[in-house]
């Protein structure tokens, strides 16, 4: 016997958990566990094989796809739509909603997002990397599923969660009550309990962000970075900095030791970079179930209005009063350009 309990185990005694469709949303949750140990075992051979580089095409949001961005988004839609609970998927990778056996659609509740491989630049130096995958209930009663099903607020996703493939592979997630990380045994192939009950600290001392383009930034994230920098005994700053550039990686670390994540929007991109749909409202849930908080800089990520699949939104991730100090900063921004167009 296993000394742990697996993630199938967990889900299976969990099940009770659920409001309704138990059994669907564990298959849904055993399904993306299987699909992540395939990604897992190729991330980890990456450098033997021929599949690091990248791959000569581009997805829709411009950005050069590698081999295993493509490989592990092949590996998720494979495991979604053979497991018969998923109506639609989708995903970073395809521009559109990809489809589902018009059979399976018709019946199954659960819509997917998924960024199949978060960090992906990250790959040809052996860096970590991640998958982010975001649940919802199926909105629409027949026929085959809409894009409607999946362009919810963050609010209403019934699950969410990400794998880490890092020193070790991590599975963390969600349903609303709390949240689990799981540790890939790879002799045994399993994923097993161990973090159960993760917390983020209300107060951390690590700040993520992408200092490189700090002349961008607005006036409130400068003055919350030169905050950060200063030396003061008592909070225990500066504070670190450490960015990953693979924001699974680089939220799992504040998620276990307390910091915030930082990607705002800018002048020359008012969205910022990261997308709503499938990397900031799953892990927004993540977070917030771990007892932390994320919002735009104003507004509550997961109250976010969705209108794009690929949509982009700032955010503002992490230990609550870290979060919470950076809006404060963003706050004054706002009031002293005001009071400098009154004046
Ligand atoms: P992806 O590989 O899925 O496109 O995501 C990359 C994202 C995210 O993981 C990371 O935090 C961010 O891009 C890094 O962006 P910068 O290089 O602009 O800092
Ligand atoms: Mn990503
Ligand atoms: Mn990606």
Redesign the pocket.
Known sequence: MPEFQTLGQFIIEKQADFPYAKGELSRLLRDIGIAAKIVSREVNKAGLMNITGAAGTSNIQG?VQQKLDIYANEQFIAALRSGGECCIIAS?ENEHIIPINSLISKTAKYAVAI?P?????NIDVNVPVGTIFSIYRRLSRAGSAVLGDVLQKGKEQVAAGYILYGSSTMLVYTTGKGVNGFTLDPAIGEFCLSHPGMQIPKQGSIYSV?EG?YVHFPQGVKQYIKYCQVNDDISNRPYSSRYI????A?IHRNLVKGGIFI?PGTAIAPHG??RLVY?CNPLALVIEQAGGRATNGTERILDLEVSKLHQRSPIFIGSAEMVLAAEAMLAEESLTLNRSYLD
């Open positions: 950005e970073e960024d491989l978060d960090g992906s630049s992408n383009n550039g693979s924001m699974v680089d990607y970079k990261l990397e």
